[in-house]
């Protein structure tokens, strides 16, 4: 005999209860970036502020840095766009431009926390390692080598270079100038950075 439904009154109402609890956490983890260096923020703070326990805390993150790191990428406002079969540089271009309007703001507050925590944090550091930079550098450079592969960027262009040569400006206005970075300066730095390889092709060329 099957059992009879619960009526829409027995029903639980919302997210889950578990669910509740890991938003409200990562919601306070992400507040206390905005105010405090990582070093100053404990995880008894953070419990206490999303009202839950410590031990409710570890049972999604193991140690405080990757709690932090995962409430940045959570409140981050945009997608990944780094798609296979789509125009490869036209793709990194939109990427780009997304990680530029992630450094303002609010968040790009907390970016710069983090990326100068981990200078001093090891841990912090592999956490960042691991769950930010790697999986994306590896899909930089697939993106890159694509556009290589369909002419749009020399054959010669060196990847490493080129990637960093894009983010670099974008990373020193962020830490040590602290200056706007807006749409503009994030589509001069790309455009300049292209024809750069471009040009390097060509006066390769004139030069044999």
Avoid: C
Avoid at 33 to 44: G, M, Q, Y
Avoid at 142 to 151: L, M, P
Avoid at 178 to 195: G, M, P, Q, S, T
Wanted: glycine share 6%; charged share 30%; net charge positive.
């Amino acid at each position: 005999m099957k059992a009879a439904k619960k009526s829409a009154k027995e029903r639980p109402l919302g997210r889950p209860r578990s669910e509740s609890a890991r938003l409200a956490i990562l919601d306070a983890a992400y507040g206390l970036l905005k105010k405090k260096p990582v070093a100053a923020i404990s995880t008894v703070e953070i419990a206490r502020k999303a009202g839950v326990s410590t031990a409710t805390m570890y049972r999604w993150w193991p140690i405080k840095e990757a709690l932090l790191l995962e409430a940045f990428l959570h409140r981050l406002e945009f997608e990944e766009v780094l798609k296979p079969g789509s125009d490869p540089l036209a793709n990194l271009k939109q990427y780009v431009l997304q990680v530029g309007e992630s450094f303002t703001g609010e968040s790009g507050i907390v970016a710069a926390r983090l990326l100068a925590s981990i200078q001093d944090n090891a841990v912090l550091r592999k956490e960042f390692l691991e769950t930010v930079y790697s999986p994306r550098d590896k899909d930089f450079r697939a993106t890159v080598k694509e556009a290589i592969r369909r002419g749009q960027l020399p054959a010669g262009t060196q990847v490493e270079i080129f990637l960093e040569t894009i983010f670099g400006p974008l990373i020193l206005r962020l830490l040590l100038r602290h200056e706007k970075i807006d749409r503009d300066y994030v589509l001069a730095v790309f455009n300049r950075v292209v024809a750069g390889s471009r040009g390097h092709k060509a006066s390769n060329l004139r030069a044999r």
